[in-house]
């Protein structure tokens, strides 16, 4: 069974101050891996997909990088617009049509 | 462009009550999906529509039957609302042929009492 654990549930960050979210998965063979974003009252909204370790994409202050076993979603200087749940989540080779597993999420707070 | 739309965007039900969540979007998309957001529990799929014309289980099925009226639409339906199926539905879409980056509705959030 794919699982999927994101760390921690809750982070609070002052404007500018840099750090990561973690994401921490069992796949039996990762197709993907998937970062989106929530913001309150909202769907998620894509932001990147890795597909083998050693990946890294990067969008505005957002970098993604990936190992065999987690995913970390960098966040650098962040500003109060970037505060939202980050969802995280697989697929795996052998499921159907676009059948993802997603963690529960950090919520990201950044103060200004 | 609107992308995926849901309605209603909130509904209370009575143990029993049955009731229908519509989905639609206007992208031209194959794929077509339901997921149910609960709290401690993450996004989990209850039904997807891979093409138009067909339509597969996911992880939490019972309780909900699905139609995938045509390419555009996707509707979920609760024939005898219970309590635990109090949750905010997701509605989503995808081009399908293995494309992951899913575009999400904005929700619908139900009460059954």
């Known amino acids: 069974e794919d699982q999927v654990t994101q760390s921690p549930e809750a982070l609070r960050l002052q404007e500018g101050e840099s750090s990561s979210l973690n994401c921490s998965y069992t796949v039996s063979g990762l197709r993907g891996l998937f970062w989106y974003r929530q913001d309150p009252g909202k769907g998620p909204e894509f932001l990147f997909t890795?597909?083998?370790a050693g990946e890294e994409k990067e969008k505005e202050r957002l970098k993604a990088t990936l190992t065999k076993k987690e995913s970390f979603l960098h966040i650098t200087a962040p500003k109060p617009e970037d505060s939202a749940t980050y969802l995280c989540?697989?697929?795996?080779?052998?499921?159907?049509?676009?059948?993802?597993?997603f963690g529960e999420g950090t919520q990201l707070t950044v103060n200004p | 462009n609107a992308g995926v739309t849901q309605t209603p965007k909130f509904q209370v039900l009575k143990t029993g009550q049955s009731m229908t969540l519509q989905c639609a979007q206007d992208m031209n998309h194959n794929s077509m999906y339901w997921y149910r957001q609960d709290p401690g529990m993450g996004l989990r799929l209850i039904y997807y529509?891979?093409?138009?014309?067909?339509?597969d289980k996911g992880e939490v099925p019972n309780g909900y039957n699905v139609s995938r009226l045509n390419k555009r639409e996707f509707s979920l339906r609760l024939e005898s609302a219970a309590p635990s199926q109090t949750s905010v539905y997701f509605c989503?879409?995808?081009?399908?042929?293995?494309?992951?980056?899913?575009?999400f509705g904005s929700g619908t959030q139900l009460s059954v009492l």
């Open positions: 989540a697989v697929q795996a080779w052998e499921t159907s049509g676009s059948r993802l597993t």
């Open positions: 989503a879409s995808s081009e399908g042929a293995g494309s992951e980056k899913l575009f």
């Open positions: 890795l597909y083998s």
């Open positions: 529509s891979a093409s138009e014309g067909t339509t």
